[in-house]
């Protein structure tokens, strides 16, 4: 899923590997608005984080492209990027929306503009199958089936890396924070050096999923057994949703509403800070 910065577009993908467009600016009454498919079908989007009618996304067949999404004609592509030999499964933006970010589960990356011109090739770095790809403002965050967790900057080529077994992993926005879930329940914060900032334990959370608010100021929490809750500052729980044992496929924050997806590929709504109905 990716939902856009201003809250108002939600892409879906679905069993069919068709992408679905929502149109959430009525958080209470989402409408879909149309499907995109190229390629064997869209594996992966994600939003511009600054330009937000521009979309990216990868096909099956490993190929990237971006499209303009406007509110009043088609989606329309700009720009198709070729695939390497091992196709790419993640996808994020750099820089402010500057650059695009391809990393296949190899580790291979691939940086481009938003034009769609290839700057940086990176062969295979990480150790084990990347799971995870995090755009971390300036860096990107490569997290492996073995628990690796790299920080590679384009721009420096410089790179560092800690093994933190966690099962999920959340990256902040702003490029600041990390959050990792372990099995055991309890969420660790790691900053930019890749330490240890808090560690947060509370018997109403089993972490599956994460997702920060753009400010870093905030960390949404969906639950094995499906519940969702919500931490903010000094990683007090502003509130907390019991669950039905479905659990969400994906969360996603951005201009302070929560997006939750279910096991149906159902969308739904409600304020990051009080979990209300949007």
């Known amino acids: 899923m990716a939902f856009r910065a201003d809250g108002n577009r939600l892409a879906l993908g679905s069993a069919d590997r068709d992408l679905v467009l929502w149109d959430t600016s009525v958080p209470s009454r989402p409408t879909r608005t149309g499907t995109l498919r190229r390629g064997g079908g869209i594996t992966a989007a994600a939003w511009n984080p600054a330009a937000v009618a521009l979309l990216a996304t990868i096909s099956a067949d490993g190929s990237v492209a971006t499209w303009r999404i406007l509110d009043d004609r088609p989606p329309e592509p700009t720009a198709t990027m070729s695939y390497s030999r091992d196709r790419p499964h993640h996808l994020n933006w750099l820089s402010g929306g500057k650059h695009l970010v391809s990393t296949t589960t190899l580790g291979r990356t691939t940086v481009w503009d938003a034009d769609g011109r290839p700057l940086v090739f990176r062969g295979r770095r990480v150790e084990g199958l990347v799971i995870g790809a995090y755009g971390w403002y300036d860096a ?137 109905a949007a």
């Open 140 to 276: 990107s965050v490569l997290v492996s089936h073995i628990g690796h967790v790299e920080i590679w900057d384009p721009a420096t080529q410089l790179a560092k890396s800690r093994v933190l077994p966690g099962r999920v992993v959340a990256a902040a926005h702003s490029g600041t924070l990390l959050a990792v879930a372990y099995h055991d329940g309890h969420i660790e914060i790691i900053d930019h050096d890749l330490e240890r900032r808090a560690v947060i334990r509370h018997p109403a959370l089993t972490p599956v999923r994460l997702a920060f608010s753009e400010d870093s100021r905030a960390l949404a929490v969906a639950g094995a057994d499906g519940s969702l809750a919500v931490l903010g500052e000094d990683h007090q729980l502003w509130w907390h949703r019991p669950g039905d044992g479905a659990v969400p496929e994906g969360i996603a924050v951005a201009a302070g509403r929560l997006a939750v997806v279910d096991p149906d590929a159902n969308a739904s709504l409600v304020l990051l800070k009080t979990g209300a």
